[in-house]
């Protein structure tokens, strides 16, 4: 069997920004040991009973269908343990288990990462200082980080990659199903040079919740995060409050 079927397994498994995962790195040093290992010993050390029920079950079907998916789709599959890993994301509180991407996977160890985010609902001021800020950024030799939304995120990939520079994004969804819809040509514009990523297994719709949890590692990969315009509850807010606790 392939290592790669058992790390996409622990990563259908692990619940994404919950403990699980970084307590497995604890007592584990592969995926293929935690399926090996005793199933009561590893209910007693997994605190999510959802996760705890997933990992015992100890069925690959589910990771040898994507990972043939991302074989004949030509995703590719950036595990923890992959040296290309960003070192950034491995120490955040909650690291992603394994990252789907489309696109040029970048230099992580070097060069400069700023995400810039914001609300959806843009004034025309917010328009205005995401595009300026996206492409002054990126003419400097900066790599812009967002989350494709519409909005600012969009507006400021949009200035980056107006001088021909390499974007990141994450996804709340599987690395095949493009949300929003209306940035098709925007995302198909980001894979020529840069990369789209995301932690959620293809196939996954992009619901609410996952959003706020995508929100630590636009931040997490940044040296900076500029929100540029946001309400008291944007979710822009959320990812400058994770900038804050990862330093």
Request: with cysteine; aromatic share 8%.
């Amino acid at each position: 069997m392939d290592s790669m079927v058992y790390w996409i397994w622990l990563s259908l498994c692990c619940t994404p920004g919950n403990k699980t995962f970084a307590s497995l790195l604890k007592r584990f040093r592969t995926p293929e040991e935690v399926f090996a290992a005793d199933n009561k010993f590893l209910s007693e050390h997994i605190e999510s009973d959802h996760d705890a029920g997933a990992i015992c079950k100890k069925d690959l079907t589910e990771a040898e269908k994507i990972y043939d998916f991302c074989l004949t789709r030509h995703v590719g599959l950036l595990t923890y343990a992959d040296e290309r890993f960003p070192d950034a994301l491995r120490k955040i509180k909650n690291p992603p288990v394994l990252l789907y991407y489309r696109g040029v996977l970048p230099d992580f160890s070097s060069g400069l990462y700023v995400a810039v985010v914001g609300t959806r609902a843009l004034s025309s001021y917010g328009r205005k200082v995401a595009f300026s800020t996206g492409h002054d950024l990126a003419l400097a030799g900066t790599t812009v980080v967002s989350g494709m939304a519409i909005g600012i995120d969009g507006v400021a990939m949009a200035g980056a990659l107006s001088c021909e520079k390499p974007t990141v994004a994450f996804l709340g969804c599987g690395i095949d199903i493009c949300y929003p819809e209306v940035h098709l040509t925007l995302a198909r514009e980001i894979v020529k040079r840069g990369c789209i990523f995301t932690e959620y297994s293809p196939g996954t719709r992009p619901i609410g919740s996952h959003f706020p949890v995508r929100n630590r590692l636009i931040s997490g990969i940044s040296h900076a995060v500029i929100v540029v315009e946001g309400g008291s509850h944007s979710g822009a807010l959320l990812t400058a409050r994770h900038a804050k606790e990862q330093g």
